[in-house]
T-cell receptor, first 116, second 110 residues
């Protein structure tokens, strides 16, 4: 069974451009999470999608947005790129939420965005 | 003060040693994850705990909800265990959000 897949693996953009990152969850997983790991800052929660809707977002500006498609895959869009957006962007998926549990998380290998 | 604190930040040990990584948190949580991140950046979820103890191979994770503390233990450590280990907690806020510790960089020397 395929794991969580992310594309592209690496992406180089310049300031002011837009970046689009993609994530395909494990089959049957309806929740998709996006995280940012910038140099020296550790992992930070970005967005959570479940059943096609944005359920929660972290403390990031509106330049960071995304969506989840009917097949549960997801896109993360970063507009008006800034140098500090350079980071590893990780996607994770989990089984349908039950009660208060997120369920076990399965992570992709990440997309490394470099903004020049 | 961070909501999730890990210690130590860096740990170097010899192959075969017993390893303990600690995680303390200051907020109410519904679950805690231990994650392993390898140099390429890929992350593997090792455990998800809401109480008690879990064991998988040479890895053991415990959590004490009252003390807001969790530990990850590695028995008979091996160089391939070298990685960054990250503690992440699921905040009880109704809309589940993960808050991460800064990670512990573990190096096991042969």
């Amino acid at each position: 069974e395929a794991g969580v897949t992310q594309s592209p693996t690496h992406l180089i953009k310049t300031r002011g451009q837009q970046a689009t990152l993609r994530c395909s969850p494990i089959s049957g997983h309806t929740s998709v999470y996006w995280y940012q790991q910038a140099l020296g800052l550790g992992l930070q929660f970005l967005l959570w999608y479940d059943e096609g809707e944005e359920r929660n977002r972290g403390n990031f500006p509106p330049r960071f947005s995304g969506r989840q498609f009917p097949n549960y895959s997801s896109e993360l869009n970063v507009n008006a790129l800034e140098l500090e957006d350079s980071a590893l962007y990780l996607c994770a998926s989990s089984l349908p939420r039950e009660g208060k549990n997120t369920g076990e998380l399965f992570f992709g290998e990440g997309s490394r965005l470099t903004v020049l | 003060k961070n909501e999730v604190e890990q210690s130590p930040q860096n740990l170097t040990a010899q192959e075969g040693e017993f390893i303990t990584i600690n995680c303390s948190y200051s907020v109410g949580i519904s679950a805690l994850h231990w994650l392993q991140q390898h140099p390429g950046g890929g992350i593997v979820s090792l455990f998800m705990l809401s109480s008690g103890k879990k064991k998988h191979g040479r890895l053991i994770a415990t959590i004490n909800i009252q003390e807001k503390h969790s530990s990850l233990h590695i028995t008979a450590s091996h160089p391939r265990d070298s990685a960054v280990y990250i503690c992440a907690v699921v905040i009880i806020q109704g809309a589940q959000k993960l808050v991460f510790g800064q990670g512990t960089r573990l190096t096991i020397n042969p």
